[in-house]
Each structure stands twice: as C-alpha cells, then as structure tokens.
C-alpha cells in the first residue's frame, strides 16, 4: 500500500466510501443551496455546460473573481481568448488568480492538475468543445482533487467525452433567460442554473442569476442572487434547455 502510495498518490488506496469533504461556499445562497455540501463539492470535478451565449463563461469567471478573494485560483483556457482584465472587472485579486493558455489539451488537464496540487483551491477550466484526451488525464486530475480537496469547474460546451462525463460529481445546465438593461444598453445577463446530473443528490434543483458587467456603466460587478426556480419554472427549464450529452472516444 506504501508503494502504491508513492507511486500513484495517496488517494489511490483509501477506506471504502467517499468521506463528505463538505463545500467550498460561494456566498451566493440559491447555488449553494444547491449542493448536499451546502457550496462547490470539495473533492470533484464538476461541469456548467451550454450552448454558445448561454452565460456558462460569465458565470464562471464571476465565480472565479469571486473566489479569488480569498483563494488562491487559477483558469486554464483552452481556446486561449480570456483577458485577465475580465477576472478584474468581475471584482477579482489578480495577485491570486493563475492563466494558463495552453498549446494543446493535454497541457491544458496536467497544468490544472499541476496547480492543485501546488495549492491552487479553484480552477476553472473554460473551452467551447471538449474534446477526447484518454481515460489517464481526467483520472489523474480527481485524484489531484481528492488529495487536495479543492474544486475545479469546467465551464462551457454542450458534449463531453465518455471518459471524462465518468469522472464528474456534478453537471449543471445553463440557459440565458434575458438581458438586464441599464439606460439602453445591456448592462448583464440573467440565466437559469440547473442540475442536471449529480452522484450526490437527486438532480432537477435550479435557480436564477443576474451577472452584472462592469460595463458600460461604473458599478459593482458580480453575481446577483434572483432566488430559487419554482416546479413549474423548473418544467419550463427543463424542456427548453438543450440536455447535456456525452460523447463517446
């Protein structure tokens, strides 16, 4: 077990049952509420998928500045187009927040892991399609997770491979609802969040958010709680929502 231990990491040999890491707390009351461990799983690797527009970059670099805080936090972008300055609009601490553009997709899930094992509590892992890297990478990186009990989001696309869909503790779904305006001009996005898949809980909880920008108009940034969807504001989201797929290698 020793030997094992060295070789693979610790996590590789371990009591049977996954011991409640409890959550990483948000501060936004609807989306931790709706986690068992009242906040993002410790411990898991999770997605926010949808479609192109739908709010899921938004909502995870908001989540991101959020966290950078108080955490140290990093975001491996896959499609190399995110501007530091948006963790900064979002209200972020630079001084906390790693960017990592990797050359390819396999740089991209070893940096991540890389980096929660170097004490990094949240990273975000933000493309438009995921494409197949094997069963080692997805592994590799929960088993980062697990030892490390940190948390790591993959924000955006609407498919994951087999491989890696196997690995996720949670699956949110995001939808775009609207656009908060301010004299005119869009001033922030309102979207639906809803469970979709969870080896915690039973999915089909949801809730809504307003992202505000920075932007066009000098305010606070940020995250806005509009509270939890009702049953039949969840009906609603549920057959308007393009279901999250999995894609085999």
Same mark, same amino acid.
């Given at each position: 077990?020793?030997?094992?231990?060295? *070789?693979? @990491?610790?996590?590789?040999? *371990?009591a049977g049952g996954n011991p409640n890491q409890g959550g990483l707390r948000t501060g936004i009351g609807s989306l931790d509420a709706l986690? $068992? $461990?009242?906040?993002?799983?410790? @411990?898991? !690797? =999770? +997605?926010i998928g949808g479609e192109a527009g739908a709010g899921s970059f938004d909502l995870g670099l908001a989540l991101l500045a959020r966290m950078s805080l108080s955490l140290p936090v990093a975001v491996i972008d896959f499609d190399r187009k995110v501007d530091p300055g948006d963790v900064e609009d979002y209200g972020g601490e630079l @001084?906390?927040? +790693?960017?990592?553009?990797?050359?390819?997709?396999?740089?991209? +899930?070893?940096?991540?892991?890389?980096l929660l094992q170097a004490g990094v509590e949240f990273c975000l892992m933000l493309a438009t399609q995921w494409p197949s890297v094997g069963r080692a990478l997805p592994a590799l990186l929960v088993a980062a997770l697990e030892e490390s =009990?940190?948390?790591?989001?993959?924000?955006? @696309? !609407? $498919?994951?491979?087999l491989e890696v869909r196997g690995r996720l503790g949670?699956? !949110?779904?995001?939808?775009?609802?609207?656009w908060s305006l301010a004299h005119g001009d869009v001033a922030g996005i309102l979207l639906q969040l809803l469970v979709a898949r969870s080896r915690m809980s039973p999915p089909g909880m949801g809730c809504e958010l307003r992202i505000d920008f920075s932007r066009p108009y000098p305010k606070t940034a940020g995250i806005v709680d509009l509270g939890m969807l009702s049953s039949s504001e969840l009906s609603d989201c549920t057959t308007l929502t393009t279901p999250l797929a999995v894609v085999a290698r």
């Open positions: 077990m020793a030997a094992l231990g060295r *070789r693979y @990491g610790r996590v590789v040999v *371990r986690f $068992t $461990t009242a906040g993002l799983p410790r @411990g898991r !690797l =999770s +997605w @001084g906390n927040c +790693w960017v990592v553009r990797p050359r390819t997709t396999q740089q991209g +899930w070893a940096s991540a892991r890389s =009990s940190g948390v790591a989001v993959m924000g955006g @696309g !609407l $498919t994951v491979p949670i699956e !949110l779904s995001c939808r775009r609802v609207g």
